[in-house]
């Protein structure tokens, strides 16, 4: 099945390629992966900036501008709608479905580093939690239970959305410029981008193995 879609990837011109991904579908995509924080939005941007690449030139470097304003806005869109939720559920006694959905996504190890995180650098530890892999429910959830106003979040987030485009464009870029191909650029993007988001959360692991390890050691 795999070999048929890069098949069928291959085939395509550039110009059917530009169609598929759409810049109307790359919004829809980034703003729903803010919601439902389990679609891969990082490796979708980078496939766009592969896409858009090709699509460049030296003279008219629109394209990729244009891939960058649409992730941004629909990252920070899908932020605000996401906090909003959270918010009503922070207000609510019974909290709310949202709410729920973020605490069950974030461990009480995470949760507590992500509020001593904002306890100490403020609004721009948001800029952080966005460029790190899944970094940024744990910071969001801690920003709901501060109370922090959406004003203030979205000042802190609209930098943080910004960052974050900018960032798995450039990957995009760089995966798509080592390949004279659309579907070789977004290939390498796209395993590029998967081996960043794993990278964390095997760290994550060691960690937790290497502390296991002395608990068993003091005992």
């Not at 069950?104 to 952080?128: F, K, M, W, Y």
């Not at 290939?187 to 290497?210: D, E």
Request: some cysteine.
């Amino acid at each position: 099945m795999t070999g048929g879609l890069l098949a069928a990837v291959r085939d395509l011109p550039p110009e059917s390629t530009q169609q598929a991904v759409g810049y109307p579908s790359l919004f829809l995509l980034v703003a729903l992966g803010a919601l439902v924080p389990v679609v891969p939005t990082g490796a979708i941007v980078s496939s766009a900036a592969v896409v858009a690449l090709h699509q460049s030139s030296a003279v008219s470097p629109f394209p990729l501008l244009l891939v960058f304003l649409v992730a941004s806005a629909a990252a920070f869109l899908g932020d605000l709608a996401l906090y909003w939720l959270g918010r009503r559920g922070v207000r609510s006694r019974n909290g709310s479905r949202w709410l729920a959905a973020l605490r069950s996504r974030v461990t009480p190890d995470r949760l507590a580093h992500a509020q001593e995180r904002l306890d100490s650098h403020q609004v721009s530890v948001l800029v952080l939690s966005r460029l790190v892999p899944a970094g940024r429910i744990p910071v969001m959830l801690a920003c709901l239970l501060a109370r922090m106003p959406l004003r203030r979040f979205a000042r802190g987030d609209a930098a943080a959305c910004l960052a974050w485009a900018a960032t798995y464009q450039l990957i995009g870029i760089l995966g798509g410029s080592l390949f004279p191909e659309p579907w070789q650029g977004v290939v390498a993007a796209v395993g590029l981008t998967l081996l960043v988001s794993a990278v964390p959360a095997l760290w994550r692991r060691v960690r937790g193995g290497g502390r296991d390890a002395l608990r068993h050691e003091d005992a």
